[in-house]
């Protein structure tokens, strides 16, 4: 490995499932704004759906979600009321218009119970035309998955569920505080796959704790054996000043750049070799797959989600922290559940900050969403005679290629794209907020 690789991969830049990104919101934008952008949505526009649960039975310690563990029942039932105020409200500005995808994530958004999962699919149901519905999706734990549970996710259409593994060495499962063995993650996907749910995703991490590249293959190929659709392969942000909980992981037993280089090939290597299509920076599915098509189509897409295939006019997020975009642009709830339960009981929306886009934003969010799905995009000559000092770098380290307006990422430079991207990013040049490594 090059020292030159090793510089790049120790970069600190964004993961870029937004533009602007994150630190660039402010309290400039509001509740008031957030519902002046859903009532100007086009009555015909579409929209998708994301709900956030910030509840766990308990909390991991290598978790980077706005979560937090609970085992009371009072407070999730206080937080469910609230999430269906929040559904009444947005119906009285957007209802009616046509829903093609729902997401719900956490946090463990299972832990609000069979009940009230059909409870809010109903509100939804009622308030929204579902009847676009292409993909309905859940993230689960799978120590969490029963019986009860997989057959009232089926009962509301939930046709998608991603299971969050990471890894399948005990070793690593004691260091990040989440053990279950493979026989837990296997009878979940049974259980789900038995009611119904057509299409199961797996999640897995390098960049773990203790964690070597013969665990990351030997998790890739265990895996494979449960005949997921698709994967997603995250490197482990360690971002303790901004997830206290994170405090919890010994620092000295996290790999370093050059063993998370090698964690994330082995990891690829394994899964392509075992049939699956590598998709963007981070993803795995069959060929047959909507999100292996689309990618081959230049459909793909990327949101907070991450890679999806949604098309959606618009996304609005439901619940704590969740994160809406308008074509005006984004706005993000209140973190702290309480703060957003406030706010619902005083009869308005949660939201407490956000960013209104330039037309450079735009123009720029296209590029950089395009270089992270496609791994080439078309540059004007403003923007490339602008950005020219940063990509310079990466093209003499032959992560990257320039001819003319054309940037495309090199084979050996896909695990750096986001580097690529930081160099479109003008906001990046001006902020001081502190990011996870490129790698």
């Given at each position: 490995m090059t020292s030159s690789a090793l510089f790049h991969a120790e970069r600190a830049v964004p993961r870029y499932t937004s533009y602007p990104t994150a630190p660039h919101f402010s309290a400039e934008i509001g509740a008031e704004q957030h519902a002046q952008w859903l009532a100007a949505l086009p009555s015909g526009a579409s929209l998708s759906l994301y709900l956030h649960v910030?509840?766990?039975?308990a909390l991991c310690f290598y978790c980077g979600c706005t979560t937090k563990a609970?085992?009371?029942?009072?407070?999730?039932a206080a937080y469910v009321?609230?999430?269906?105020?929040?559904?009444?409200?947005?119906?009285?500005?957007?209802?009616?218009?046509?829903?093609?995808?729902?997401?719900?994530?956490?946090?463990?958004?299972?832990?609000?119970?069979?009940?009230?999962?059909?409870?809010?699919?109903?509100?939804?149901?009622?308030?929204?035309d579902l009847e676009p519905l292409a993909e309905h999706a859940i993230e689960l734990d799978p120590r969490e998955t029963d019986a009860a549970l997989a057959d009232a996710l089926a009962a509301i259409g939930v046709d998608r569920v991603s299971f969050g593994v990471q890894d399948f060495s005990a070793h690593v499962q004691t260091a990040i505080g989440r053990v279950q063995p493979f026989g837990t993650v296997e009878r979940a996907v049974t259980l789900i796959r038995e009611a119904g749910v057509a299409a199961v995703n797996l999640d897995l991490m390098y960049g773990l704790p203790r964690q070597t590249?013969?665990?990351?293959?030997?998790?890739?190929?265990?895996?494979?054996?449960?005949?997921?659709?698709?994967?997603?392969?995250?490197?482990?942000?360690?971002?303790?000043?901004?997830r206290p909980n994170q405090r919890l992981i010994d620092q000295s037993a996290l790999p370093?750049?050059?063993?998370?280089?090698?964690?994330?090939?082995?990891?690829?290597?394994?899964?392509?070799?075992?049939?699956?299509?590598?998709?963007?920076?981070?993803?795995?599915?069959?060929?047959d797959d909507p999100m292996a098509v689309a990618a081959r189509e230049g459909r793909l897409r990327r949101n907070f989600q991450g890679y999806t295939v949604d098309q959606a006019d618009?996304?609005?997020?439901?619940?704590?922290?969740?994160i809406s975009r308008f074509p005006q642009g984004f706005t993000q709830n209140a973190a702290d559940s309480h703060a957003y339960i406030r706010a619902l009981?005083?009869?308005?929306?949660?939201?407490?900050r956000g960013v209104a886009f330039t037309r450079d934003d735009i123009r720029r969010g296209r590029l950089i969403e395009k270089l992270m799905c496609d791994f080439a995009v078309d540059l004007d000559e403003e923007i490339l005679s602008e950005a020219a000092p940063r990509l310079a770098p990466l093209a003499a380290d032959g992560l990257i290629r320039i001819e003319g307006g054309h940037v495309e990422v090199t084979p050996s430079g896909r695990p750096f794209v986001r580097l690529a991207a930081a160099?479109?990013?003008?906001?990046?040049q001006q902020g001081t907020a502190r990011h996870s490594v490129a790698v």
């Open positions: 910030p509840f766990c039975s609970t085992r009371r029942a009072s407070p999730v009321a609230r999430l269906e105020r929040e559904i009444a409200l947005a119906a009285g500005a957007a209802g009616g218009r046509p829903v093609p995808h729902i997401a719900w994530g956490g946090g463990t958004p299972s832990l609000i119970g069979p009940e009230a999962l059909r409870r809010l699919f109903d509100r939804l149901a009622a308030a929204f590249a013969r665990d990351v293959r030997r998790t890739a190929h265990m895996a494979a054996q449960l005949r997921p659709d698709r994967l997603a392969l995250f490197g482990y942000a360690h971002v303790p000043w901004v370093g750049a050059a063993e998370r280089l090698e964690q994330a090939e082995a990891a690829r290597e394994a899964l392509v070799a075992l049939g699956y299509v590598a998709i963007g920076l981070d993803h795995f599915a069959r060929a618009a996304l609005i997020g439901l619940g704590a922290s969740a009981d005083a009869g308005h929306f949660a939201t407490v160099a479109l990013d003008a906001r990046l």
